[in-house]
């Protein structure tokens, strides 16, 4: 019996000790709210996607949208954990460490220094409050919009509390968006679809009105370009192929709109019909066809902004 509860009691110890391990990452404390000495300091920004105690040779990535202005504050946030905030000022000093970004992915590309300035890396969580702001100045209406742009920066000493082990470093994508990206209604449209010049596909499913079809996103590829995602035939249910990567560029002097696709050099502009952008109520109206001297397809959509994307 004694052998038996000698083996439970390491038990019970080694789960409490786990337990413990476990909440230092998940920001739960029994101490007086305050966090003290055992209080974390964490890049607020981070999404909580890691599992505390596992290790990984990643890091948690996030992305930071605005708009692609000549010059852009993008906030950077620190946090102290402890329930009360900071028992006295703490003075927290970040830093780049553009190595997290070659390691999460080759597909990213660190930003420039021609393309952003960090006024002050040192930042101050003041006496009882749980949050400071580093600022990141971008120069977004020079980024090259067919790059994927990213910082790594670090929590590099903290003068109170435990830097994260799990968000103490972090990935920042920093997506510009122009002033047509977004999440779009689809307030009406058509779409014909034919067989040869000149016949159309009957029977069809997928020819007719197009209002109602789930919403549109237009995506930011350039400083006047979106990509035109999601569009889908009659019922909303079959996406349409053949046209991907179909882009939408607007003229700023007239808001003109001219239509192409990278993966259909044939998609144009319908003569005579209209292809043009309202800025007093944002709507879009597009009428672009494919494919004319084979087996056509003419598409007619009038998209209203919603709301940003995520």
């Known amino acids: 019996m004694k052998i038996q509860s000698k083996i439970y009691t390491a038990i019970l110890v080694m789960g409490i000790g786990l337990f413990t391990s476990c909440t230092k990452e998940e920001n739960i404390f029994t101490d007086d709210g305050n966090g003290g000495g055992n209080a974390l300091v964490e890049l607020g920004d981070l999404p909580p996607t890691r599992v505390a105690g596992v290790p990984t040779v990643t890091y948690t990535t996030v992305s930071k949208s605005f708009d692609a202005a000549t010059e852009v504050d993008v906030p950077i946030s ?25 390691t999460t992915s080759a597909t ?24 400071a702001t580093m600022i990141v100045k971008v120069k977004a209406s020079a980024f090259n919009f067919a790059l994927t742009y990213a910082l790594g920066i670090k929590i590099m000493s903290t003068s109170e509390g435990i830097i994260s082990g799990n968000f103490g470093t972090g990935v920042f994508i920093m997506s510009a968006k122009n002033q047509w990206d977004g999440i779009y209604q689809v307030v009406s449209g058509q779409v014909t679809r034919f067989t040869a010049v000149g016949v159309v596909e009957n029977p069809s499913t997928l020819n007719g009105p197009l209002a109602g079809n789930p919403n549109i996103n237009l995506v930011t ?12 035939w009659f019922g909303g249910s079959s996406a349409v192929a053949g046209i991907d ?12 709109v001219n239509m192409a696709a990278l993966g259909n050099a044939t998609l144009a502009n319908r003569a005579g019909l209209l292809n043009a952008y309202d800025p007093a109520t944002k709507t879009f109206t597009l009428n672009f066809d494919w494919n004319q001297t084979t087996a056509p397809r003419q598409m007619n959509l009038v998209l209203k902004y919603i709301g940003p994307r995520p």
Not at 86 to 93: C, L, R
Not at 108 to 131: E, F
Not at 221 to 232: K, L, P, S, Y
């Open 221 to 232: 590829t350039g400083a006047n370009t979106v990509e035109v995602q999601n569009m889908r």
């Open 78 to 102: 620190v946090n102290y954990t402890g329930v009360n905030g900071a028992p006295s000022d703490v003075i927290v000093q970040l830093g780049l460490f553009n190595q997290a970004v070659t």
């Open 245 to 256: 990567n179909t882009r939408a560029t607007v003229n700023t002097a007239t808001n003109a």
């Open 108 to 131: 990213y590309t660190i930003l420039p220094t021609s393309l952003y300035t960090i006024p002050n890396t040192t930042v101050t969580i003041p006496k009882g409050q749980k949050k």
